[in-house]
């Protein structure tokens, strides 16, 4: 299984980029990470421009979670149940995708399979990244039955 999170932007605080890099790595003991940066745009509405490079980034085959205000919670049981089903169904690529600050355009939107929100709160995008990177890894380890922090 393979995981490739694309997302608009770099992690350019360097506390967000080590616990990014941290959880990733961790992540990376149970499945392929790949993490695709697309770049943002200064358009007057950047949503387009970006989401044509969120499209051109994500493979036909892929399964798409887009990570958006208005998608499900879940909790990390939750989570851990979605990753077993994605297994069971031999569903071996998915992509999560972040946004940049104004959100995706509707076809990204379209594209996303599931849609999944990170908490009723506003994170920083830097902060979702690691946010998603350790709830996946918390998945895994549920799923695997390993002790980790609660």
């Known amino acids: 299984m393979k995981f490739r999170f ?3 932007g770099k992690t350019r605080d360097q506390h967000y980029k080590a616990l990014q890099e ?3 790595q961790r992540l990376s003991y149970f499945v392929s990470v ?3 940066e697309v770049r943002d745009s200064k358009d007057k509405d950047p949503r387009e421009t970006e989401g044509k490079r969120i499209l051109e980034k994500l493979n036909q085959s892929s399964l798409v979670c887009l990570l958006d205000v208005g998608g499900k919670q879940k909790s990390s049981h939750q989570i851990a149940e979605m990753i077993e089903g994605w297994q ?3 569903i071996r690529d998915i992509s999560f995708v972040i946004g940049g600050a104004n ?3 509707a ?5 996303a ?3 999944l929100s990170l908490s009723f709160l506003t994170f920083t995008h830097e902060m979702a990244r690691v946010v998603l990177a ?3 890894y918390r998945g895994f380890t549920i799923i695997k039955g390993f002790p980790y922090q609660k």
């Open 113 to 115: 399979n599931a849609v």
């Open 134 to 136: 350790e709830q996946l």
């Open 88 to 90: 069971d169904k031999g």
């Open 103 to 105: 959100g995706v355009s």
């Open 107 to 111: 076809a990204v939107a379209e594209r």
């Open 22 to 24: 941290e959880y990733l």
């Open 6 to 8: 694309v997302w608009v």
């Open 34 to 36: 790949e993490v695709v």
